[in-house]
């Protein structure tokens, strides 16, 4: 007799069996807000903030620093939560092709050097005046905005 045994997959992002966690860095040096251009979707070319899926036994806190460091070279440390929401993406025919729980995080830098890497195509610090000009993932300058709005100078004070 031969039984058969379905494999399941992995890292199925697409068409999820459930919603996947993800962690974003809200990060302000010098006056501006580091951005990133999405090398895959959803959200390709698009800019956004840093992050990415969390692992199987990884802190929210843990992943966000791997995240940042994995695509933008820096190591950062997590502060508090500024914002948790759903990012969820049906295709035509109205099935779910992405669903993500987002947990954003404002985030210091404490060392690295700002270069685009893993699945980011650029990298680069956007003053929030100029925020306008570029083609962001839904929601993201307001974040932004509403995060730096709440902030009181300096933005380090948030990590004491």
Request: charged share 25%; glycine share 10%.
């Amino acid at each position: 007799m031969v039984v058969m045994i379905k494999q399941r997959k992995t890292d199925n992002r697409i068409y999820p069996e459930r919603p996947i966690v993800g962690v974003g860095a809200v990060i302000f040096i010098g006056g501006a807000v580091l951005l990133i251009k999405r090398g895959r979707p959803p959200g390709y070319l698009k800019w956004s903030i840093p992050g990415g899926a969390v692992k199987l036994g990884e802190t929210l806190q843990e992943a966000v620093q791997r995240e940042v460091a994995e695509e933008v070279g820096l190591q950062v440390r997590a502060g508090r939560i500024v914002s948790v929401l759903d990012r969820i993406f049906p295709d035509e025919a109205g099935r779910i092709q992405y669903h993500y729980v987002l947990v954003d995080f404002l985030c210091q830098v404490l060392g690295g050097n700002l270069r685009p890497d893993s699945d980011v195509l650029e990298a680069g610090l956007v003053s929030l005046d100029d925020l306008t000009g570029y083609d962001l993932t839904a929601g993201t300058a307001e974040l932004i905005t509403r995060v730096a709005s709440n902030q009181l100078e300096p933005y380090v004070s948030m990590f004491d």
